[in-house]
């Protein structure tokens, strides 16, 4: 048999080019050794009653960015896997996980990528020299395997790209290669009890061999992203068989290395309190934790037949639909003019509850007017201009009262159940429609 390396792709003979994906010279030949049949044996039962009983224990990671992404530490045995993009930092991640585990764990790291030489400088740079640290720079996984024995707790592989299993054949970070030691390591894992975490490399066209191969075989696969010109990094949980999906940890990348961001909202809207038009502020939530974050809008008049329409952090089309929704029902022209979109901080929101502080950014952008800065915007925005309920709004609530905001523009439908004594300070108005948002605040100004 033969396996396009970049898809996965099957054929019998060799091929010049995947039918399938279209990558030229791709084809390697995967040994198809047919396994030896296991003697049957008897089936253990479990009755979950009795398991009810015992808790699993965590180990945590003491990095508690780290710690809320994986829901309070690592499992005994559990496989994660981290994912991203090279330079995002992963590398810098882990080499502080594995000092602080070290400090009451034996910790090995495999790094397969850089030399000995490279690592202590990076440790020097961020500083850290703990007793129960262990490096290796090997790449053959079998000369691996024996030292998951040596009673450490946590093994960090660094990363599936570069390490291999000599009896495949296909280079490193093949398809095969890929799947085929994540599948030998996390069996290892699993037998052994020690924390395995694995580094996986994604690229920005989707994924070469990379981590899609592995995510059904670990119990845990996290992101880390962050845009270019950034230096937030945020590590977002995809997949967690012993957490919530779903969670996020935020941190930003210093010169001394990853320092977590424990009050996010707090970076996320600026700081320096000029009012002007186009700015707005949003409460948006990633996991369970609300999240302030401040939308500004630019709309300037276009070149004939050239308008440009552009968006940082925020999804295009959605933009896109809530600029028709601007121009249909509330009456802004802006059909000849240039629409800019920025999300401060550089972080991108899916949180479609930050429709109307985006709608108030760009209709204060372009009818000039100032959306008060000590107010916040929330709830998403239908295509006839309805506003939707939004979910969690108590936490959202709390969120922008704890910062200090004195106004909040709410859904109708989320208000009305609503106890104002709740959020005592924090005055809160609920609306049908963004219309009646924008008209309630030109009355203001
Ligand atoms: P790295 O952890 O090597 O990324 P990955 O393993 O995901 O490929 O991080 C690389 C980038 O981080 C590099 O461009 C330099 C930057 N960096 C800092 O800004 N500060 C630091 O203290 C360190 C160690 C790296
Ligand atoms: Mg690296």
């Given at each position: 048999?033969?396996?396009?390396?970049?898809?996965?792709?099957?054929?019998?003979?060799?091929?010049?080019?995947?039918?399938?994906?279209?990558?030229?010279?791709?084809?390697?030949?995967?040994?198809?050794?047919?396994?030896?049949?296991?003697?049957?044996?008897?089936?253990?039962?479990?009755?979950?009653?009795?398991?009810?009983?015992?808790?699993?224990?965590?180990?945590?990671?003491?990095?508690?960015?780290?710690?809320?992404?994986?829901?309070?530490?690592?499992?005994?045995?559990?496989?994660?896997?981290?994912?991203?993009?090279?330079?995002?930092?992963?590398?810098?991640?882990?080499?502080?996980?594995?000092?602080?585990?070290?400090?009451?764990?034996?910790?090995?790291?495999?790094?397969?990528?850089?030399?000995?030489?490279?690592?202590?400088?990076?440790?020097?740079?961020?500083?850290?020299?703990?007793?129960?640290?262990?490096?290796?720079?090997?790449?053959?996984?079998?000369?691996?395997?024996?030292?998951?024995?040596?009673?450490?707790?946590?093994?960090?592989?660094?990363?599936?790209?570069?390490?291999?299993?000599?009896?495949?054949?296909?280079?490193?970070?093949?398809?095969?290669?890929?799947?085929?030691?994540?599948?030998?390591?996390?069996?290892?894992?699993?037998?052994?009890g020690v924390c395995l975490i694995i580094v996986g490399h994604v690229t920005k066209e989707g994924v070469i061999s990379g981590p899609k191969v592995m995510e059904h075989i670990v119990d845990c696969v996290v992101y880390f992203e962050g845009e270019k010109n950034s230096n937030f990094r945020i590590l977002r949980a995809m997949k967690n068989r012993f957490g919530s999906v779903g969670e996020i940890g935020v941190f930003e990348m210093t010169q001394k290395g990853l320092e977590q961001v424990e009050n996010p909202s707090s970076i996320f809207i600026s700081q320096d309190n000029q009012i002007m038009p186009g700015r707005s502020t949003a409460c948006i939530l990633e996991g369970m934790r609300p999240m302030l974050v401040e939308i500004q809008a630019l709309v300037t008049k276009g070149n004939f037949g050239m308008i440009r329409r552009k968006t940082s952090g925020f999804d295009f089309n959605r933009f896109s639909l809530l600029v028709a929704m601007l121009e249909k029902r509330l009456g802004l022209h802006l059909a000849t003019q240039d629409v800019f979109v920025n999300i401060t901080g550089g972080i991108r929101i899916d949180d479609p509850t930050a429709d109307l502080a985006l709608v108030a950014a760009v209709a204060s952008s372009a009818q000039d007017f100032v959306v008060p800065a000590d107010s916040i915007f929330i709830g998403e925005v239908g295509l006839s201009g309805e506003l939707r309920i939004a979910y969690n709004i108590t936490q959202r609530l709390m969120e922008a009262k704890r910062l200090g905001f004195k106004q909040a523009f709410i859904p109708e439908i989320n208000h009305k159940k609503l106890n104002p004594k709740d959020f005592f300070g924090l005055n809160i108005l609920g609306f049908n429609n963004a219309k009646e948002v924008i008209e309630k605040i030109k009355m203001k100004t």
């Open positions: 048999m033969f396996a396009c390396t970049n898809c996965g792709y099957k054929t019998l003979k060799w091929l010049g080019k995947c039918p399938q994906c279209g990558f030229w010279e791709s084809f390697i030949e995967e040994d198809a050794k047919p396994r030896k049949a296991a003697k049957t044996k008897d089936v253990t039962l479990v009755n979950i009653k009795e398991l009810a009983q015992t808790t699993e224990k965590r180990l945590p990671t003491g990095i508690n960015e780290f710690d809320r992404v994986l829901g309070g530490g690592l499992v005994k045995g559990e496989v994660v896997l981290i994912g991203g993009e090279p330079g995002v930092g992963k590398s810098t991640l882990l080499l502080e996980t594995a000092a602080k585990l070290a400090q009451e764990n034996k910790v090995l790291y495999v790094s397969a990528e850089e030399s000995i030489n490279q690592i202590n400088l990076r440790a020097k740079r961020l500083g850290i020299c703990p007793d129960n640290l262990f490096i290796v720079t090997e790449d053959n996984i079998e000369d691996i395997l024996p030292l998951f024995d040596k009673d450490f707790s946590v093994v960090i592989i660094d990363s599936i790209q570069v390490v291999r299993l000599n009896y495949l054949s296909g280079s490193a970070g093949s398809l095969v290669q890929v799947r085929e030691t994540t599948g030998v390591l996390t069996e290892k894992a699993k037998k052994t």
